[in-house]
């Protein structure tokens, strides 16, 4: 199997940031994307977690995706970022950065300043759901300094922005510093989401707005990204969203996603064996590991017997293909890895820091991402103008 590589330059979510500044006429040192756009007033980035091209292209063949439902839109295909995961992905999305220039590496990241590997979305240790006080308070001390968030650029113009955001991460420090600028509006389900993105579209001539839904990516871990459950799910939330935009005009809608995912059929739990060759468990996502060895030939001797279907990178390797993107941060070079596990097959590598019974749910996932195959990478680029 062949990977795809991010397509850092002009063809990748992180390149959507400088396409919405470029059409409020502010300028950006960000690349926007490849593909321009009519200017119009009002602006719209609805993501879809999870909704990857593939899984787009698997519901319009089983059927559960009318093909004429996407014939409303034009319809162009993008790359996400690496690793292709959610904590990656939302500061690509909000300031432009790549993953090496914003520092976040992973679902998890090791951050030496706390001397601890963190859940970069909760800001809490792995094991647990209370955050660690020090990154909780001041998220953005452990980040780029150069992240500056998109509705902070579009605040210099007096550009009215709004961000509808799930209930449950509505107040979290990552979505406040994601959304900072813009005012957050929270909602329940996705029938009120879309009702509150159709009612500011009514009530602003000049807005920009921006809606995350996260139900394809809760559905593709539990059932699997083409499954019967995700793709009937991903049909509604199309339907839905064309139903709120009726009548709406001079507007300029893009619908992606942050990353697709692909087939799990096997987890592998990090064991002893390994464990005793790693300076930690290792971090990233569970199709994208970073590790920190003690001895590289004993890791590759231990993949090579036990997970043939794993590509490992040198930390040179992998800076070398960009995956990151083109620059990686110094300050951040302590949160790389030694080696980067990257597997070729629909397989996962798991640390289990609850045990099997704390972990069953994630370790029985029936879909994962993270990594770089075209599953994960591509994501549908849909483009709605009225």
Same mark, same amino acid.
């Given at each position: 199997?062949?990977?795809?590589?991010?397509?850092?330059?002009?063809?990748?979510?992180?390149?959507?940031?400088?396409?919405?500044?470029?059409?409020?006429?502010?300028?950006?040192?960000?690349?926007?994307?490849?593909?321009?756009?009519?200017?119009?007033?009002?602006?719209?980035?609805?993501?879809?977690?999870?909704?990857?091209?593939?899984?787009?292209?698997?519901?319009? *063949? @089983? %059927?559960?995706?009318?093909?004429?439902? +996407?014939?409303?839109?034009?319809?162009? =295909?993008? $790359?996400?970022? &690496?690793?292709?995961?959610?904590?990656?992905?939302?500061?690509?999305?909000?300031?432009?950065?790549?993953?090496?220039?914003?520092?976040?590496?992973?679902?998890?990241?090791?951050?030496?300043?706390?001397?601890?590997?963190?859940?970069?979305?909760?800001?809490?240790?792995?094991?647990?759901?209370?955050?660690?006080?020090?990154?909780?308070?001041?998220?953005?001390?452990?980040?780029?300094?150069?992240?500056?968030?998109?509705?902070?650029?579009?605040? *210099? @113009? %007096?550009?009215?922005?709004?961000?509808? +955001?799930?209930?449950?991460?509505?107040? =979290?420090? $990552?979505?406040? &510093?994601?959304?900072?600028?813009?005012?957050?509006?929270?909602?329940?389900?996705?029938?009120?989401?879309?009702?509150?993105?159709?009612?500011?579209?009514?009530?602003?001539?000049?807005?920009?707005?921006?809606?995350?839904?996260?139900?394809?990516?809760?559905?593709?871990?539990?059932?699997?990204?083409?499954?019967?459950?995700?793709?009937?799910?991903?049909?509604?939330?199309?339907?839905?969203?064309?139903?709120?935009?009726?009548?709406?005009?001079?507007?300029?809608?893009?619908?992606?996603?942050?990353?697709?995912?692909?087939?799990?059929?096997?987890?592998?739990?990090?064991?002893?064996?390994?464990?005793?060759?790693?300076?930690?468990?290792?971090?990233?996502?569970?199709?994208?590991?970073?590790?920190?060895?003690?001895?590289?030939?004993?890791?590759?001797?231990?993949?090579?017997?036990?997970?043939?279907?794993?590509?490992?990178?040198?930390?040179?390797?992998?800076?070398?293909?960009?995956?990151?993107?083109?620059?990686?941060?110094?300050?951040?070079?302590?949160?790389?890895?030694?080696?980067?596990?990257?597997?070729?097959?629909?397989?996962?590598?798991?640390?289990?820091?609850?045990?099997?019974?704390?972990?069953?749910?994630?370790?029985?996932?029936?879909?994962?991402?993270?990594?770089?195959?075209?599953?994960?990478?591509?994501?549908?680029?849909?483009?709605?103008?009225?």
């Amino acid at each position: 199997m062949n990977f795809l590589k991010p397509d850092y330059n002009g063809g990748s979510i992180s390149n959507i940031y400088g396409s919405i500044l470029k059409n409020f006429d502010l300028n950006s040192e960000r690349k926007p994307l490849r593909k321009s756009f009519e200017k119009s007033q009002k602006f719209v980035l609805v993501i879809f977690d999870a909704f990857g091209e593939k899984t787009l292209e698997k519901g319009i *063949e @089983k %059927g559960f995706i009318d093909k004429q439902l +996407i014939e409303n839109f034009e319809h162009e =295909t993008i $790359t996400s970022i &690496f690793p292709s995961t959610t904590a990656c992905a939302m500061l690509s999305f909000y300031t432009g950065l790549t993953p090496g220039e914003h520092g976040v590496m992973g679902f998890t990241t090791y951050v030496k300043e706390l001397g601890t590997i963190v859940n970069m979305l909760n800001l809490s240790h792995p094991s647990q759901e209370v955050p660690l006080p020090l990154i909780y308070q001041n998220f953005t001390k452990y980040i780029s300094e150069k992240a500056v968030p998109i509705g902070d650029r579009l605040a *210099e @113009k %007096g550009i009215k922005g709004y961000s509808v +955001i799930p209930a449950n991460i509505y107040d =979290t420090p $990552t979505n406040q &510093f994601y959304h900072r600028g813009l005012e957050r509006i929270k909602y329940y389900y996705s029938w009120d989401a879309f009702q509150a993105m159709r009612k500011i579209l009514q009530e602003n001539e000049s807005v920009f707005l921006n809606l995350y839904i996260p139900t394809v990516d809760t559905l593709s871990h539990h059932y699997g990204p083409f499954s019967p459950e995700t793709l009937s799910s991903a049909s509604d939330l199309l339907k839905m969203l064309l139903k709120s935009l009726e009548g709406i005009k001079g507007l300029t809608l893009l619908l992606t996603a942050d990353h697709g995912q692909t087939d799990n059929l096997v987890s592998h739990v990090v064991d002893d064996s390994l464990m005793e060759m790693l300076e930690m468990p290792p971090w990233g996502d569970s199709r994208a590991a970073f590790m920190k060895v003690k001895n590289e030939e004993k890791v590759r001797e231990y993949f090579e017997k036990n997970l043939k279907g794993f590509e490992l990178f040198t930390r040179e390797e992998y800076l070398k293909e960009e995956l990151l993107g083109e620059y990686v941060d110094p300050r951040f070079q302590d949160r790389l890895g030694d080696i980067l596990a990257v597997p070729k097959v629909p397989e996962s590598l798991i640390y289990s820091y609850r045990g099997p019974e704390g972990d069953k749910d994630y370790i029985a996932f029936k879909g994962h991402h993270g990594g770089l195959t075209e599953e994960e990478q591509l994501v549908p680029l849909l483009i709605y103008r009225s």
